[in-house]
């Protein structure tokens, strides 16, 4: 289950990326709903496998460098999501079991990027993206040109309002047009195009776009004499704020449903794309009451709506090769609509999901997709299945090198163990240079392919030799002189980095992000790590028997040693740059904070107590050796006393690092 958690880790924290920073999704929310609900569930059924920077902890994307960053004052929390009325009404039952009176506010979940705007002295005074949730861009001179968005207010005191900036579909079809006569590539959806629009480093070109915003937070609600969420929604727009029409009071659960069904109805004939509806407790006393999770507060609900599902042709099943060898399969399909955007392709994941719904080509499949690129196959209509499907049969060799596949035990993937093949190099190389690697800025698949047919790149270390090539670099249409002189700064840059990177990089077979880390801060020295055997790495915390074989075998190869030494011929650092871990009475045990801390918040207290050596978990059991408790503890604390876990006030826990 470690693998399965490290991988959905991997995964999640690249989809996050592309999706945030990027602004190009490449899976459904649907998928990635599903990934990050597995994850969730694996964490907690696996305490022991918890990590402080999982991407369950997060929260929005990551910031671009291309904006002044800028520290939240209040945390930009996201909503937890629910699928099903079920899942809805469960939601509702735990608030109120306890409140019975409870009114709920209603909501359009407007499909857009959420954006906090501040106003001093009655004017307008900046916009920043929610970015990670405590540090957004400053994208202060792109929203001001939304037409929408008042620049003076009757209010002279400071004020922050939240919401949602989006495109218009009249105007996301406007904004397409014109892409297409410029020869640019069309925006996938209107949530796409207003991202990418706010992100333009030309504030006309953000005005010509046509973008809107509507408002539906005051965070200082409470403080304003505003009893409820409604009334400072009516107070908001009183001020001038456009406020979301469809708004609703609800006095039950119930009504919540049948207004949800009459939203779905209409959804196709509003001029903006909605993913969902937001439930909110209306009363802001109760809100406060009810309070937050690490990520998402308890008083308010996404009720996500249903996937897109169409039916379309199969034309074709291919595989193509990762980076670890893993192949998977990919269906082509006659170019179809979904939720806005042409799709012609969809992931098939592996031989038995294939199997499993007997897909083959030529079937009517149907696809869904909730509002993002890459759809899923949901299933094939038997049906309409005509004397030319036949049964798929699995390809036993590599597509690009021919090499004979394997498939290990407990294992759905089949892989190429072909380390010279190909597509493993590509992606591989690809690999090291990523973001969460090496981070070599400028060096992202299609330019690890296109240098790798060139024969500028075969293996990393080459990497740090396409100085060499600097003629023939230049010469590459739309590369050029500055791009190649970025490239190289990068590559330099790189050298800089803290051994844990360097280890990420070279993917080492179970070997992710925090096992690197671990690694780093256990060993300190590359040379170390290469001479360590199973025995060495056998007490290290998260560190298990077939990690420990994958990293020592890896280091017993004579061409991975090889690699090394180039390294460090090529200036490489090969040591930890990071703080020392501490021993303490923390060490190697597994620890649970809860509760509101007054002297620390959730991310500074899990950050120290890993550096005291402590296994921090969101969930108590049996296994858990310290609860750390505040105020508003809850549920935890009850389990840990049950439990006979040791537990510590803030106050004994000040007290005991104090001691030490």
Avoid at 498 to 521: D, M, P, T, W
Wanted: include cysteine; hydrophobic fraction near 35%; aromatic fraction near 10%.
């Amino acid at each position: 289950m470690k693998q399965r958690i490290e991988e959905l880790r991997e995964q999640i924290h690249k989809y996050n990326y592309q999706y945030h920073v990027l602004d190009k999704p490449t899976i459904p929310d649907s998928e990635y709903d599903k990934l990050l609900h597995e994850l969730i569930a694996l964490e907690k059924a696996y305490p022991q496998y918890d990590d402080p920077s999982s991407p369950t902890r997060k929260i929005g994307g990551s910031v671009s460098s291309q904006f002044h960053k800028v520290i939240h004052k209040r945390a930009m929390l996201s909503l937890g999501n629910v699928f099903s009325y079920e899942e809805l009404r469960v939601w509702a039952y735990k608030i109120t079991s306890i409140y019975p009176k409870v009114e709920f506010c209603v909501e359009c979940k407007i499909d857009g990027l959420a954006m906090s705007v501040t106003y001093l002295n009655g004017s307008f005074h900046q916009a920043v993206t929610r970015g990670d949730g405590t540090e957004g861009e400053d994208v202060t001179n792109n929203v001001v040109t939304i037409k929408s968005i008042p620049l003076k207010i009757p209010y002279l005191k400071e004020l922050e309002v939240r919401g949602e900036v989006y495109m218009p579909k009249k105007s996301f079809v406007k904004t397409n047009q014109a892409r297409v006569l410029n020869g640019e590539e069309e925006f996938a959806n209107p949530r796409n195009a207003a991202a990418g629009s706010i992100r333009q480093l030309d504030s006309k070109v953000v005005a010509s776009r046509g973008l809107d915003a509507f408002w539906y937070y005051l965070p200082q609600g409470l403080s304003l004499n505003q009893p409820t969420h409604y009334d400072s929604l009516m107070w908001l727009k009183a001020l001038g704020f456009k406020i979301n029409p469809l708004t609703k009071l609800c006095s039950s659960i119930e009504d919540v449903v049948s207004y949800i069904e009459e939203l779905s109805l209409l959804r196709e004939q509003l001029d903006y794309e909605i993913d969902g509806v937001v439930i909110k407790v209306n009363d802001f006393t109760l809100q406060g009451t009810l309070g937050y999770t690490e990520k998402a507060p308890k008083w308010a609900v996404a009720y996500k709506f249903p996937a897109v599902e169409v039916v379309t042709t199969l034309e074709d099943i291919f595989l193509t090769v990762g980076r670890t060898g893993k192949i998977t399969p990919n269906a082509k399909l006659t170019p179809v609509k979904v939720a806005g955007t042409t799709v012609s392709y969809a992931t098939l994941h592996n031989e038995d999901f294939i199997k499993e719904r007997d897909i083959r080509i030529f079937d009517k499949v149907v696809i869904r997709k909730a509002g993002e690129i890459i759809p899923e196959v949901v299933s094939s209509i038997k049906d309409m299945r005509s004397e030319q499907c036949v049964p798929y049969v699995f390809s036993l060799q590599c597509p690009t090198c021919n090499h004979q596949l394997v498939r290990y035990p407990d294992e759905a993937a089949h892989y190429c163990i072909n380390n010279d093949c190909p597509s493993r190099i590509v992606e591989a190389i690809a690999h090291f240079a990523s973001r969460d690697a090496m981070n070599i800025d400028g060096l992202g698949i299609k330019r690890v392919e296109q240098f790798y047919q060139l024969g500028f790149i075969k293996t990393f270390a080459d990497i740090y030799f396409l100085h060499r090539y600097r003629n023939e670099i230049i010469e590459i249409p739309k590369f050029g002189l500055k791009s190649y002189e970025n490239l190289i700064q990068a590559i330099e840059k790189s050298k800089e980095n803290s051994l844990e990177r360097l280890l990420f990089g070279l993917g080492i077979r179970q070997v992710g992000a925090k096992a690197s880390k671990i690694l780093a801060e256990t060993f300190h020295f590359m040379q170390t790590i290469m001479e360590v055997n199973q025995e060495d790495l056998s007490g290290i915390r998260d560190i298990g028997p077939i990690t420990s074989k994958s990293i020592v075998e890896f280091f017993k190869d004579s061409n991975n040693r090889k690699l090394i030494d180039t390294f460090h011929e090529c200036g490489l650092n090969m040591q930890y740059k990071g703080e020392a871990k501490k021993t303490s009475i923390f060490t190697n045990k597994t620890v649970v904070v809860t509760g509101t801390l007054s002297s620390w918040s959730r991310k500074e207290i899990t950050d120290f107590l890993y550096s005291m050596g402590a296994n921090v978990s969101g969930s108590v059991s049996k296994k858990t050796d310290y609860l750390i408790y505040g105020k508003d503890s809850g549920s935890k604390l009850d389990k840990a006393m049950q439990l006979n876990v040791k537990t510590l006030s803030e106050e004994e826990f000040l007290k005991v690092i104090n001691d030490a």
